[in-house]
């Protein structure tokens, strides 16, 4: 191999290093137009989805971060209710930096130590796949900002309990208690079905 080409293959190995280092990286950004809202809501759960999926999220570091995008997404509809239907330059910035401190924690907490055990089992997939049906919701516009609050406050109370169960059996699950979590699964699968097919958009 010649000289040429060693020079091209090591530059190729180095930007697709780079490439994939910036994959996750909890970017800052300028003042978003309300559009943009919408966008950064999607990207947080695809990234939650993705943590979920991996392992790289716990149950608890789930929770956590679930509660605070439910949050946010009830503290917009409330403002674009004050507001018919749109958000003030005020309230978008305010809503953008509470996004990227968001985006800075999921970014900590896919990259600590800690790691969920159980992200490829069934339990593990069924939350995984939740979060994507209600990114896509998001996605779409088929899910509001207080649709998807109410969905990711029971996602958070099922990611709650899990972990606790967890905690109190060695990190496993009875059989007792996988029926009783595919049980409330299906109650929330249920719930996202309804709300992205009910008459409720989210507003552009």
Known sequence: MNRTLVTFAMFALVASGQAFAQQDQPAQQPAPKDPTVNQRRENQQDR?????????LTAGETKNLES???????????????NGGTLTQQERNQVNRQQNNLSKSIYKDKHNAAQAHY???????????QQDRIAQGIRSGQMTAGEAA???NREQG????????????????????????????????RQIYRQKHNNKVAPK
């Open 150 to 152: 109410r969905t990711e």
């Open 48 to 56: 939650i989805a993705n943590g979920v999926q991996s392992g790289q």
């Open 158 to 189: 099922i990611n709650q309990q899990i972990h606790a169960d967890r905690a109190a059996n060695g990190g496993k699950l009875t059989g007792q208690e996988k029926r009783q979590i595919n049980k409330e699964q299906n109650g929330a699968s």
């Open 119 to 129: 992200g490829n089992n069934e339990v593990g997939q069924r939350r995984e796949n």
């Open 68 to 82: 605070r995008e439910a949050n946010v997404n009830r503290e917009i509809k409330d403002d674009r209710t004050a």
